[in-house]
């Protein structure tokens, strides 16, 4: 078994991380309300704190002091059913638990301190003991029975929970000075179960007033917000909070927190969590930088995330440069709509950075390319010549617009492609990239998945490539597929199923309109291909149809699922699945063998060759030539790496 040193070693041999910022930690559930740094799998789009990340790999702990409790990494797929025996939550991602017992805490109970005794207890007249054993027993207080670690009289021989030991029987809490607090076992029926300071819900012991209808959990009790905050961004007087009042937010508008801070000379009123609300900030929703203003200007505005109205008297964010643009505060700072960073006195420096030099109308010097100046032309005169493939996508160029060396018949790109910015910041990742053209690096594209020869942008700290395809998606993401509305990354635990072919994913193009996912593979898919089926004609990506006729595929004589996408000739009226159509290594480069270990040939002979993983002959328009066997697809490739691991 491999001794991994940190817990941060474990979860990279487990989740492709990559270090960001981010909200909620699927390693110990928190961070609802704050950015932190962290780390963000790439696959899954799991995020933990790094924090959380720096965890001891072994701990001793009180409730369970004859083991070591032991970190453990739960996989993306793995079931982890179970709870934390001591505050009975769910266990997330990262969690502690014994080799010998079935015992496991969270990370958050494991770093707590632990009161071994509580003395001076309101509750009863001697101290009370921690008993550090899961044992069965009646709290003498609340009545209600339960199976762990009491706290106990060795004297009275009596039980008590922990918040029950060390409760008192009323409060007078300055969060209701007209009345004292008395303690409650027992929710009364005409609340709503929750305590009004955090909106939590109330458990075995609380303090309530019967006359306002007031309840707080013990955590509220133990540790009131503060009554007057001072030096803050949103407002230039200190607040004092006044709870229980019904107010609208006046840097967000929203209106579901009953419990405001107050400035009396000003009227102004707003959440805690609208206190230190960043002043600059950049979302992929726009191109410019976005700040923060008090109010907008009198008019009818409507937010650039949720399309739904803004109240323009309270605070929101706009764009000094596109005067009608604008977002709710709440909108703005969401996860995977802002990177988390306050951009408040930092220069505006990191921008996009061009890839060619223009010499004159229609000529460029491009930077794959420094020794020739590239010519622009308008149409492929040998559109039927599959070979000619754009050296940064590898796709053939038939009627596209594209550069050619002036010099050498060797070098030919698509003007798309050819205008790709040199460094940018992805809209998968939020990563700043650069362009390369280098083709011993890593070929397999960590948002695809496919193989790709040509073109990468790869991240500042090496850990992500994209092929060009993949790392110039934008955001918002216009696709034929779906006209009406615009389609947005959608970074989710819960698997979504691709609209194109069916797949779970958990990192797709989302529209927030309507129940459609796109992922990433199916998105760059070419609109019109051509196969050796079929050499007279090009072939279009249908998008599904709603049929009852039965669609059969040309190239594997199987049947064909015609609500999903395919490829169709619109002349014979034939169809193909997408993966007998394009393959698995469309984006590689056909070449003859050289000094590579792995190559692509062209499957275009008499008879088509065996795989030597999946045994049946391969299909597809092209194979890999893996040392002296054949490989037909990247599925196959990767089961043959794993076997020779």
């Given at each position: 078994?491999?001794?991994f ?7 990279k041999?487990?989740?492709p991380?990559?270090p960001t910022?981010g ?5 110990c ?9 962290g780390?963000r799998?790439v ?8 924090e959380?990340t720096s965890?001891n790999m ?10 070591s409790?032991h ?13 934390c ?5 769910n ?6 638990y014994?080799l010998i017992c079935?015992?496991s805490?969270d990370l ?6 632990v009161?071994m005794?509580?003395?001076?207890s309101k509750?009863?007249?001697?101290p009370?003991?921690l008993i550090?054993k899961?044992i069965?027993?009646t ?11 009491p706290?106990a ?20 809490y300055y ?7 008395k303690?409650f ?8 179960g929750?305590c009004?300071?955090?909106g939590?819900?109330l ?8 006359i ?8 509220c009790?133990?540790n009131?917000?503060?009554f007057?905050?001072?030096n ?5 007087h200190?607040l004092?909070?006044?709870p ?6 006046n840097a967000?508008?929203?209106?579901d ?5 107050v ?15 960043p002043r600059v900030i950049?979302v ?8 923060y203003?008090?109010?907008?200007d009198?008019g009818?505005w409507?937010c650039?995330v949720?399309?739904k109205?803004i ?6 964010y706009?764009c ?5 643009f604008?977002?709710?505060?709440r ?6 709509i802002w ?6 006195g930092?220069s505006?420096n990191?921008l996009?950075i061009?890839s060619y ?9 491009h ?5 020739h100046t590239?010519?622009?032309?308008e ?7 599959l070979?000619?493939?754009?050296k ?7 009627s596209?617009p594209?550069?050619?060396c002036?010099e ?8 798309k492609c ?7 910041k992805?809209?998968?990742y939020?990563m ?20 790709s ?18 790392g110039?998606?934008p955001?918002?993401f ?5 006209p009406l ?5 959608n ?7 691709c ?10 193009l ?6 459609f ?5 199916c ?6 291909v051509?196969?050796?089926?079929d ?6 990506l249908?998008?599904?149809e ?7 595929c040309?190239?594997?004589e199987?049947k064909?699922n015609?609500?999903k996408?395919?490829?169709s000739c619109?002349?014979c009226?034939?169809t193909?699945h997408?993966?007998c159509?394009?393959?698995?290594l469309?984006?590689?480069k056909?070449q003859?063998?050289d ?10 002979r ?12 391969c299909?597809?328009?092209s194979?890999?030539?893996l ?7 990247t599925e196959c490739l990767t089961r ?6």
């Amino acid at each position: 078994m491999h001794e991994f040193e940190t817990t941060l070693d474990l979860l990279k041999s487990i989740y492709p991380i990559y270090p960001t910022s981010g909200l909620k930690c699927d390693g110990c559930n928190l961070g609802q309300n704050y950015y932190s740094d962290g780390y963000r799998c790439v696959r899954s789009g799991l995020f933990f704190h790094k924090e959380c990340t720096s965890s001891n790999m072994k701990i001793c702990n009180v409730y369970h002091p004859q083991h070591s409790l032991h970190v453990k990494v739960v996989s993306e797929n793995e079931n982890k059913d179970g709870q934390c025996r001591i505050c009975r939550g769910n266990l997330p991602k990262l969690y502690y638990y014994c080799l010998i017992c079935n015992f496991s805490i969270d990370l958050i109970c494991a770093k707590k301190e632990v009161k071994m005794k509580i003395e001076g207890s309101k509750t009863h007249t001697h101290p009370l003991s921690l008993i550090p054993k899961m044992i069965i027993f009646t709290c003498h207080l609340c009545g209600q029975s339960d199976d762990r670690f009491p706290y106990a009289c060795n004297l009275c021989d009596l039980n008590f929970h922990k918040d029950c030991g060390e409760s008192t029987h009323e409060i007078n809490y300055y969060c209701h000075r007209k009345h004292f607090l008395k303690r409650f076992t027992r929710v009364p029926s005409y609340t709503d179960g929750k305590c009004c300071m955090c909106g939590n819900k109330l458990h075995i012991v609380f303090y309530h007033c019967s006359i306002c209808n007031f309840s707080v959990d013990v955590d509220c009790a133990k540790n009131p917000p503060p009554f007057t905050l001072l030096n803050l961004k949103v407002h230039e007087h200190s607040l004092n909070l006044m709870p229980q009042r019904k107010f609208v937010c006046n840097a967000c508008g929203m209106d579901d927190d009953p419990n405001p801070y107050v400035c009396s000379q000003c009227n102004f009123m707003v959440h805690k969590n609208c206190i230190d609300i960043p002043r600059v900030i950049k979302v992929n929703r726009h191109a410019h930088r976005i700040f923060y203003n008090y109010c907008l200007d009198a008019g009818d505005w409507k937010c650039g995330v949720c399309h739904k109205e803004i109240n323009w008297t309270c605070g929101a964010y706009s764009c000094s440069a596109c005067h009608d643009f604008s977002i709710h505060l709440r909108c703005a700072t969401r996860f995977g709509i802002w990177d988390g960073i306050d951009l408040e006195g930092i220069s505006e420096n990191t921008l996009e950075i061009k890839s060619y030099e223009v010499i004159e109308a229609g000529v460029i010097k491009h930077f794959s390319h420094e020794d020739h100046t590239l010519k622009l032309k308008e149409e492929n005169d040998e559109a039927n010549d599959l070979c000619m493939l754009c050296k940064a996508c590898i796709y053939p160029i038939f009627s596209s617009p594209f550069y050619s060396c002036m010099e050498c018949n060797e070098f030919i790109i698509h003007q798309k492609c050819a205008y790709l910015p040199k460094r940018k910041k992805d809209s998968l990742y939020k990563m700043w990239t650069t362009l390369t053209n280098k083709y011993e690096d890593k070929n397999i594209c960590d948002a695809c998945h496919n193989i790709s020869t040509g073109f990468k942008y790869i991240s500042d700290n090496g850990l992500i490539t994209l092929d060009v395809r993949c790392g110039s998606i934008p955001e918002p993401f216009i696709h034929e597929s779906h006209p009406l509305h615009s389609l947005y990354i959608n970074y989710s635990t819960e698997d979504k199923f691709c609209i194109a072919c069916g797949d779970k994913k958990t990192m797709v193009l989302s529209c927030e309109e309507c129940e459609f996912f796109l992922d990433i593979k199916c998105s760059t898919l070419p609109k019109m291909v051509k196969h050796q089926n079929d050499k007279e004609h090009f072939m279009s990506l249908c998008y599904g149809e709603k049929t009852k006729e039965q669609y059969w595929c040309e190239i594997c004589e199987e049947k064909l699922n015609p609500e999903k996408w395919f490829y169709s000739c619109n002349h014979c009226g034939t169809t193909f699945h997408i993966k007998c159509t394009t393959g698995d290594l469309m984006w590689m480069k056909p070449q003859k063998k050289d000094a590579s270990y792995t190559y692509l040939i062209l499957n275009n002979r008499l008879t088509r060759p065996i795989c030597v993983s999946c045994h049946s002959r391969c299909q597809f328009e092209s194979f890999l030539k893996l040392d002296e066997s054949i490989v037909c697809s990247t599925e196959c490739l990767t089961r043959i790496i794993k076997i020779m691991r």
